[in-house]
């Protein structure tokens, strides 16, 4: 099979996803390539996203050969095509009625209520749903995209649940865990940019609440931006400094040191976190994560109270309530207990290599007019 994945640009977050369907492709004796059709933001780069991934040989630039990438688009077994707005590159395949897989997010990040304008219909109809009866499928990134295409009456049975698969890194999780534990201080951790939707504030005010109930925790906050110095602000007039240390942007592997030293990953983002890959990241460091239900990872990676905490969005009141619970129980033994759970979720299911095989194996079985196994959970179920 000859397979391309069309994206905006490639990052530590697609590369293991990539690697797998390379590996598969390669096995089979066909070909894969990841066609980047913009240049990474300077902030991204900054934050360290951009290192050595140019290194791997199936990736291409658009810019630097718009025709030799556009002819691949257009003559591959099969695209997987998502990260950009702009429809043209993949407008040959489908009115030659090739397979294509679109690779989407939520529509309607910032609210549904959107869906009504007369102007967005006729583009969702035209980019989605006049291609229900076509060779069109939908990866659904996040737990409330399908609901959103369904809004647009887009994809009927054809919706399957994926996401973004950062790498996981397999260990001993008991020792892992054991490990966190050496300090009578838990450790909290958030990780972001420093925006409105990502909200900060919220992790600061979580670490607040525990405080003031005596439970003895400390948060370090790794990341920056617009917000950075009004949450300093927001510490010093909490009198939190000693409670909270904000590190400033770390480069991907740094983020998952912290996460593999912390006990809790606070993760606080709104709706407009489409999917949200540190809680991912989280998970495969065995930390317990309490996450907003509104992020996209969240329904489908936890299950509230077994795996982790996810909690009614903006109710941190909530969210630090459960967490006291877990935190006053001596030994900390559900929390060990939610901790492996977690862990165990990214190893055996959602990582990009059963990512990659079930989409391999359905993209596989599509080409040749089969039908296309059913899952019952996990990467390529139902959405």
Known sequence: MNFVFVSNYYNHHQRPLSMALHALCERD???YTFVQTEKMEEERLAMGWGDVLQ?????????DDPPGCQRLIDEADAVMFGGTDDESYIQTRLKLK????????????????????PRGL??????????????VYLLCSGAYVAGDYRLVAAYPFKKFRFGYFPAHFACDVNQLIEEKYNETTVELLWAARMIGWKHPERAVEMTESLLRDGIPVHLTMAGGGPLEAEIRDLIAQKQLTENIDLVGFQDPEEIRSLMRKSQVYLATSDREEGWGAVINEAMDSACLVVADRAMGAAPYLILNGENGISYPSG?????????????????YVQMRRMQRAAYETIAQLWNADAAAERLY????????????????DGPMSRA
């Open 29 to 31: 004796g066909g070909t």
């Open 55 to 63: 290194n791997d040989g199936f990736v291409r630039n658009y810019a």
């Open 98 to 117: 090739k397979p294509v897989w679109r690779y989407s997010e939520r529509l309607y990040k910032t609210g549904r209520y959107k869906f009504v304008s």
């Open 122 to 135: 006729r583009r969702k109809f035209l980019d989605h749903t006049r291609h229900n009866f076509e060779r």
């Open 315 to 331: 109710q941190t009141d909530a969210a630090a309530e459960a967490l006291k619970k877990l935190l006053r129980e001596p030994g």
């Open 361 to 376: 194996t359905c993209v596989t079985a599509e080409l040749l007019g089969e039908k296309m196994p059913v899952y019952e």
